[in-house]
């Protein structure tokens, strides 16, 4: 850099630091230049001077700090087991659920039950999203039952006090507490009968519109238009059901039900389930049909849209979210005051009095959470399948069933005379 010496009496109009230091580096890099204009005011009360740098650089960013690092190193270890119990969790809430059969029913009231739910909590998915607070919670018993014993062995020095508590308020707050808990799972599991119920109408709907498509329309001349109503109204729980649980493959779950060309046009609906009852309304006005069997059919139509009004309202509107959020801050705010109160009692027995008491009040409040969406609870996957295995009986046996019965009445007709006195 070479100095240059001017007069301080004369100002200097415009002054330019230029520096073109490239590292030295094995690879060849490709330079980026960046100017940095910085305007500073003159100290001989004239025009502002500019300092130009040029700096190049290559396309390789510079590394980290370690103090930047170190950081997202201990956030990453923060969020690890969290993000862990929110992938068993969700993981848990995608798994199929089955319908109780004889064999089941035999086995939930079996006398083991308890010693097989206690040798399958490792496995739970509710016990397991809790091993983020109910370790956090411990683990801060622990610090404060070593704290106080630190302080009581004269460990540290005599202005530390012995953090301690009346156990007056935990007293009078715990009948507060225990109420949100069964308020909470109260809401959630009106919310869970509520998609039963309206699930079961949906069921039941779509097998006595199918019973009603199979004994009505004749084949004789609606053979193909039949068939694919019936499609129809197999395919319209599986549209409902994809809609209702996130993460399902529409067109794997439909593509044993429908057609290649109706599947295309559901797929490309925004609202798949209300597409597949427009198929449902515009085939029944092409079947040929009295009007009063039509409309009797149609009106099946209307227990749909209110299936889907309801499971809708359940998906969108959650639980007031300030009753959630005041539950989980009472819960927290209570765990950690909780060493305190019962130091003077149980001293290092605060930290199994403060694990217990974590894992079963979070646990109850992990349930009202999980079932206050109640479609993933629901064995849908089986009620559907089950809806198909319906129709598709009764589709074999409708024709079985009217030679039965065109047999039955041909013989009757063959045993009395038309006088009515039977033949010899």
Same mark, same amino acid.
């Given at each position: ?54 700096? /190049?650089? %290559? =396309? ?6 370690? &103090? @930047? #690092?170190?950081?997202?190193?201990? !956030?990453?270890? $923060? ?28 086995? /939930?009231? %079996? =006398? ?6 206690? &040798? @399958? #909590?490792?496995?739970?998915?509710? !016990?397991?999203? $809790? ?294």
């Amino acid at each position: 850099m070479t100095q240059t010496t001017t007069n301080p009496i004369k100002p200097i109009s415009n002054i330019s630091l230029s520096s073109n230091f490239t590292p030295k580096t094995f690879l060849k890099p490709h330079p980026t230049t960046t100017t940095t204009t910085t305007t500073l005011p003159s100290i001989f009360n004239s025009k502002p001077k500019t300092l130009s740098f040029k700096i /190049h650089s %290559s =396309s390789n960013s510079p590394p980290p700090s370690s &103090s @930047s #690092s170190d950081t997202e190193f201990l !956030i990453s270890i $923060l969020h690890a087991i969290p993000d862990w119990a929110d992938h068993v969790k969700e993981r848990g809430m995608r798994k199929k659920r089955t319908l109780y059969d004889h064999e089941k029913w035999i086995q /939930h009231r %079996s =006398s083991l039950r308890h010693w097989r739910h206690v &040798s @399958s #909590s490792l496995s739970s998915r509710v !016990i397991l999203s $809790l091993v983020p607070p109910v370790i956090t919670f411990t683990s801060f018993a622990a610090m404060i039952a070593g704290y106080n014993s630190a302080v009581s062995l004269h460990w540290l020095p005599g202005f530390f006090p012995v953090l301690r508590a009346s156990t007056l308020p935990y007293q009078l707050t715990a009948p507060a507490l225990a109420l949100l808990l069964v308020f909470r799972t109260e809401a959630s599991y009106s919310r869970f009968e509520e998609g039963r119920k309206a699930w079961m109408k949906v069921i039941a709907g779509t097998n006595d519109l199918a019973r009603q498509v199979i004994s009505g329309v004749e084949n004789s001349v609606n053979a193909p238009l039949k068939k694919a109503l019936l499609q129809y109204i197999m395919a319209f729980p599986v549209a409902l059901k994809c809609h209702l649980i996130y993460g399902l493959d529409v067109r794997q779950e439909l593509q044993n039900v429908l057609e290649v060309d109706d599947l295309a046009i559901v797929l490309n609906s925004k609202h798949r389930p209300r597409c597949i009852i427009e198929f449902i309304s515009q085939s029944l006005q092409m079947l040929k049909l009295e009007e009063s069997r039509r409309n009797a059919l149609e009106s099946k139509i209307s227990g749909f849209h209110e299936g889907i009004g309801v499971c809708e309202q359940l998906l969108g509107i959650p639980i007031p979210l300030s009753y959630t959020r005041l539950t989980s801050r009472f819960l927290v705010l209570w765990h950690l005051t909780l060493p305190i109160i019962l130091w003077d009692d149980c001293h290092w027995i605060v930290i199994p009095a403060t694990f217990m008491s974590a894992a079963s009040l979070f646990c109850i409040e992990e349930v009202g959470v999980l079932i206050e969406e109640p479609f993933p609870m629901l064995a849908l996957d089986e009620l559907c399948k089950l809806v198909h295995n319906n129709i598709q009986e009764a589709i074999a046996t409708d024709k079985i069933i009217q030679a039965q019965l065109t047999a039955k009445m041909r013989s009757h007709s063959k045993e009395h005379s038309p006088n009515g006195r039977p033949t010899s």
